[in-house]
DNA sequence: GATTAGCACTCTATAGCAGAGAGTGCTAGC
DNA sequence: GCTAGCACTCTCTGCTATAGAGTGCTAATC
């Protein structure tokens, strides 16, 4: 059975209904919504076949009814219609966003606040991958007697750090002279390239051997491993206040995820390069977020690199809202990333 | 009245079985206790007076007494003794921990995680301070055509990034070039040095003075926050486990606050270089931690640089067992990160 | 033929009540 | 000084009755 104009219609009065109130749906409630010219006896039979249909779910028979994913499915693909967002809002964001020069990583942050706070779910945001990631320079800076802190800067603006043993009593000035050598050395290389050449490399570096060793070593362990992307996450507890997690263990459930960055990189990671994607409850692979929807967007920092943001909601979430919010977000972001402040 | 030996022997009881229960304890409970060998009447009795003194408090007639936050100060202060760890915990600290070289930020994540995973309570830990704070290098990295992102790298291994617009158009060379020239200049000086000097600097740049400018600018801006050292958060969702958080209203109140870090970093801070630190429900000047306890230890970096860590819990929590987790790990932290790995 | 009014039925949520259980405070006796 | 005994208090659990929301079906209406 193809779904008509009026199942249409009143499956959409129900989505709204019951993104607002959370409360199963009752035919009466339809019925004397504007618009709706039907008695509830109508709208009864016709919540019938759409339940027959896999598009409603009924707790119990005495209960109206609730939406199910396939249902959210079709409201997103042919119900909502994008939306301008409201003045207030968009001069919320700037307001929250304009702020001058700041760090790459705060300004991030800072989306991630704004998200959570004006949808009132849960936002994820991961700064842009740049593309080709290689060795800035490399620092050696004094600790104690017998170690140094060893910081390589790369061309993302990502450090890694790591302390590391250096001969008892050395120079601080040697220290900063062999940093130097290091860096001139490594510096443009990606990566790869420096375990390719990392015998030549070492074979040209002629005095403090020892210590060489020890960064280079350093080193070696620091590019194996390929850490994920930091997540970062706003607005957590912000479903707690939905009575879908009045139970404190599916909220500890869902929390738990929050906690896992090894969990949470991943979903962000699947939208890909897509503008907008859209997953709805048992959509997404991670069963305990099997009762939430996860829309994300991209942003973009320059022409090459592009980071990914997602609100998490339940799956009765705002969509419309949300997707508007994302919209104006990433315009935004990417204006505040790509050109001065 | 002063405590006699009996009624602390009885405080004690009853302190140690509410902390493994969570339940009013009632004079029978204590009673049958081994090493107790007085009926439930005596017991009730001294119960009776300990209220009377503000160590007890009764929910309602019928029920057991709990232990009042002054019950847990005399605990804490009195009652308790250093135990040793056992040598299954020290294994499996020194098994967590046991990485070779590792990013300060990961190991310090890694010390967060075990100790939530140990104490099944929530972990704060923050980085150690480094004393003098300076400038290491300054890079300008291209992003698009008309901006770059500028990094800071100070002494600390802490980065300061933000995009800063250039001229259209400009080479990577010379940009490279530029960062050069601004790293030697800038080297060694702190932060407030920087500023002293601007004017001096900005003159002794000859070309590109409309670039230099809005670096230094940039520069400015950033040396002007202050900015609250980052708080890693471990275990946040383990107090959902406790039935002190059955209430989803008091979990949200509480994970709130571990979303702030304006409000966490202040609890640790406040703790300075004391070795140890508790705080105990009320004492905590936050109003949501008004039923947590706070264990604050610290451990060190090098000779002089001092980091903090922390395990909240509800006040009934295991303070023996904290102390000595945070005891041990903060040796295991501090040989970590002051020698070679 | 589609729509609707009417009605019996189902299921949940809530309040009220009784009984069990845990624990206390007091008193009298050891 | 300690404890056995007992009446009393309060909570928790389970049960029942009732109200309320909503449904599905049938028969009447447009």
Redesign the interface.
Known sequence: MRLDERKFMILKAIIDDYIQTAVPVGSRTISRKAGVGFSPATIRNEMSDLEELGYLDQPHTSAGRIPSAKAYRLYVDELIKAQQLSPEDTLRIHEHMDT???????VIRRAANTLSDMTQYTSLVVAPQLTSMCI??V?L?P?????A?M?V?T???L???????VPEGIENDLLYHISQLLTVQLHGLTLMQIRQQFAKIFKDLKENRKLFA?VL??LE??LAED?PHDVVVG???NL??YPE????EK??NF??VL?SKEKLYPLLKKAGSMEFTIRIGPENDLPELSECSLITATYH???H?TGTMGIIGPTRMNYTRVISVLDFMGKALSD??????
Not at 100 to 106: P, S
Not at 336 to 341: A, F, H, I, K
Request: glycine share 6%.
């Open positions: 001058r020069t700041e760090q790459v990583e705060q800035n320079s620092h800076v600790v104690s007697s017998n170690s802190l910081i800067v061309n993302a603006g450090v890694k750090d790591s302390v590391i043993r020890s070593d350093a362990n620091r850490e607005g957590s507890v707690l206040h997690y009045s139970d404190v909220a500890r929390l738990s906690e920092m320059g022409e690199n505040l990333l790509s050109t001065d402040r």
